[in-house]
């Protein structure tokens, strides 16, 4: 596997973990909806998390969480809707993004609840 396939493994691990601790229930992992992937559906009381994760070894050149674009929130946005549709759910969504840095020197989480809105 690629190094930056393992880092974002690792990275997605990581987000589980943290989710997990905090009082999250993971319901799905890597859903896939055409040319989008929801890294993890996690659900806390009767909201549902769409999470993407974005793990980097640096951020020199920006944070991670400024790497999730336009095109990238309209597939999640997509994604998500057709998530809850298909499974018929009742359930406010929001979504987030967990932007982590992995390096010798750190590493850190951020868990960003409702880093943006549906459009």
Same mark, same amino acid.
């Given at each position: 596997m690629a190094e930056h396939n393992d880092l974002g #493994? #690792?990275?997605?691990?990581m987000a589980e973990a943290h989710l997990l601790k905090n009082g999250y229930t993971i319901v799905e992992k890597n859903w896939r909806f055409g040319r989008a992937e929801i890294d993890i559906i996690a659900q806390k009381d009767h909201?549902?998390?769409?999470?993407?994760? #974005?793990?980097r070894t640096t951020d020199w050149f920006g944070n991670p969480q400024d790497f999730v674009n336009h095109k990238k929130k309209g597939l999640?946005?997509?994604? +998500?809707?057709?998530?809850?549709?298909?499974?018929?759910l009742d359930v406010e +969504?929001?979504?987030?993004i967990i932007a982590i840095?992995?390096?010798p020197q750190i590493t850190s989480l951020e868990h960003i609840e409702e880093a943006f809105y549906a459009f």
């Open positions: #493994k #690792k990275g997605e691990m909201t549902l998390a769409i999470v993407e994760v #974005k793990t999640l946005i997509n994604a +998500a809707n057709e998530y809850i549709i298909s499974r018929d +969504a929001r979504f987030d840095v992995i390096n």
